[in-house]
Nanobody, 120 residues
Framework: QVQLVESGGGLVQAGGSLKLSCAAS????????MGWYRQPPGKQRDLVATITSGGVTNYAVSVKGRFTISRDDAKNTVYLQMNSLKAEDAAVYYC??????????????WGQGTQVTVSS
């Protein structure tokens, strides 16, 4: 069974930084695209950043230049470095990955989410 587990969320002052991590575990054959999404209270879940298996990245306009997504395939882990945080970045951040499990069809998996709170 494949699982995604996020870590690194917390409380930070506006202008500060946080680094989120998301590790995939279980019977994994291959990981393709990985990404981060976020959901502020009462709002829909939106894309923050994605990264392909080849390292091509894509960012939401609102975070471009402040956030950096990266991955370590040896550790089956994706990261999100968040700098210059703003109040509007506060949300639950979810990890997402397109994974082929051993003997399982390729599909998207979600982590449980990690809270990011930004104080002004």
């Amino acid at each position: 069974q494949v699982q995604l587990v996020e870590s690194g969320g917390g409380l930070v002052q506006a202008g500060g930084s946080l680094k989120l991590s998301c590790a995939a575990s279980g019977s994994i054959f291959r990981i393709d695209d990985m990404g981060w999404y976020r959901q502020p209270p009462g709002k829909q879940r939106d894309l923050v950043a994605t990264i392909t298996s080849g390292g091509v990245t894509n960012y939401a306009v609102s975070v471009k230049g402040r956030f950096t997504i990266s991955r370590d395939d040896a550790k089956n882990t994706v990261y999100l470095q968040m700098n210059s945080l703003k109040a509007e970045d506060a949300a639950v951040y979810y990890c997402n990955a397109l994974i082929s499990g051993t003997g399982q069809p390729r599909r998207y998996y979600w982590g449980q989410g990690t809270q990011v709170t930004v104080s002004s």
